[in-house]
């Protein structure tokens, strides 16, 4: 039997050996005198072939992959917003408390994702916003790209022209004539800790959106510049001051090959419990884990939920300097390169216990379980969301008691009444 299979691009050697070692100590591997593995973790592109029309490819019940067909409606930036906004627009028209605004029109609840304009199509409507507020920085970043590439910032429209130019088309008409692009408000306050900018990396597992189960992994990290973060203008070519992925980060010349730049999210609670206080610190948490199970509720509908499909997400969450968490990314395939010894062992537990998810006990893989396991082979993960369980509970009820905070930290307050609210995800 097989449970991934197709062709595989490795990153490295390491990321190789830990995704082997894992399989091996399942007895899953084996290994034919040509080396053809068979199981493999897959590819964005791989899973496009597996599930492309053209290919007429069917996995047997016995066969499970690392991603959904259409996972590209969450993990590409522009459909990401895209499907946000959607998500906001259906709850309004449902007159859902979720999608209450302020007096300027603002969603007080679902104000998570930074304003954001798609390029070119959304060209006359980014100026429109721009110019209500001259003086901002944005940020542009490639659709389709990770690790850093191809972002830069922004403050002057005559350097959104700049880039046209430089893409060899004087036009914002056609989107054939050049690469997608993102354009969002640049959180030009973030919060610093030893002056430097950092953002979070969070890992989510879904095992189904239909009905939606997650997971939630204890075990994140922060990535931290290696430059001093200044507002000023004067640096906003300096990426090492802006950026926090590893893949820019260590170029720079006091990048730090022993702790990499990264904090874990558990030193990172304790740094803010012991300087803003706990009952901040967990109301921040909870208002991360409420933005995740958004961003999942709001691409459900329209993602592929096939059954022989699971994944394992890497969240990008940057957090201001008022301890508001804003969700920047999510990643199909985050990195499972490691770059220091503690990463090593993070990512090892992490693929370690998102099998033993996928396939409980190390057994023949069904596609057609329940996809419920049992508390003991959790393993650092723990349930961000059932929606089975949420609904038998009464979950339209209690969101209702507490609109625009996560109803998923057991014990926690809402934000007005001061009444404890049910649990709906644990």
């Known amino acids: 039997f097989r449970i991934m299979a197709g062709k595989v691009k490795w990153v490295t050697d390491i990321e190789k ?47 499970i992959v690392n991603h959904f067909p259409n996972h590209y409606e969450l993990t590409r930036k522009d459909l990401m917003v895209k499907n946000i906004k959607r998500y906001r627009k259906e709850l309004e028209k449902e007159g859902s408390p979720l999608a209450e605004k302020d007096e300027n029109g603002k969603y007080i609840y679902l104000d998570f994702v930074p304003v954001t304009f798609m390029l070119p199509a959304d060209y006359n409507l980014f100026v429109e916003e721009f110019r209500k507020n001259p003086s901002s920085t944005w940020i542009m970043k490639p659709c ?15 350097q959104i022209k700049k880039w046209s130019r430089d ?16 354009i969002s408000l640049y959180i030009n306050n973030p919060l610093l800790i030893g002056g430097k900018k950092f953002d979070l990396r969070l890992y989510v597992l879904v095992s189904t959106y239909r009905p939606l189960r997650c997971y939630m992994y204890k075990l994140g990290f922060c990535r931290f510049c ?5 507002p000023s203008t004067s640096e906003l070519d300096n990426m090492f001051v802006h950026l926090t992925n590893v893949a820019i980060q260590k170029h720079g010349d006091d990048y730090n090959h022993i702790h990499g730049g990264k904090w874990t999210v558990s030193n990172l609670r304790l740094y803010l419990e012991s300087t803003r206080g706990k009952e901040v610190t967990n109301k921040l948490f909870d208002e991360i884990h409420w933005i995740i199970v958004q961003s999942l509720k709001a691409v459900a509908p329209v993602m592929n939920n096939d059954k022989h499909c699971f994944e394992c997400y890497g969240y990008d969450i ?13 990643n199909a395939s ?16 992490l693929i370690n216990d998102t099998l033993n998810i996928a396939v409980p006990n190390g057994e023949i893989p069904d596609c057609k379980w329940n996809k419920s396991p049992p508390k003991e082979v959790l393993g650092n993960y723990e349930v961000l ?23 998923g930290v057991k014990g926690s307050r809402a934000r007005d009444s001061g009444k404890p609210v049910l649990t709906t995800w644990k």
């Open 17 to 63: 050996s830990v995704l082997i070692n894992n399989f091996e100590k399942r007895g899953w591997i084996q290994v034919a005198e040509n080396e053809d593995w068979n199981f493999y973790w897959m590819s964005v592109q791989t899973i496009r072939n597996v599930f492309s029309v053209e290919t007429g490819y069917r996995l047997s019940d016995d066969q």
């Open 167 to 182: 893409s060899k088309t004087s036009s914002f008409v056609s989107q054939s004539s050049k690469e997608a692009y993102v």
């Open 226 to 230: 290696t430059v001093k973060y200044t």
């Open 144 to 158: 389709g790209k990770a690790q850093g590439k191809g972002i830069f910032l922004i403050n002057k429209l005559s």
């Open 318 to 330: 940057i957090i201001d300097d008022k301890l508001k968490p804003w969700l920047i990314e999510v």
């Open 385 to 407: 969301y059932d929606e089975e369980m949420a609904q038998s509970d009464g979950a339209e009820r209690d969101l209702r008691g507490r609109p625009g905070q996560s109803p």
């Open 334 to 349: 985050p990195s499972l390169t490691s770059s220091t010894a503690n990463d090593r062992i993070l990512k090892y537990n």
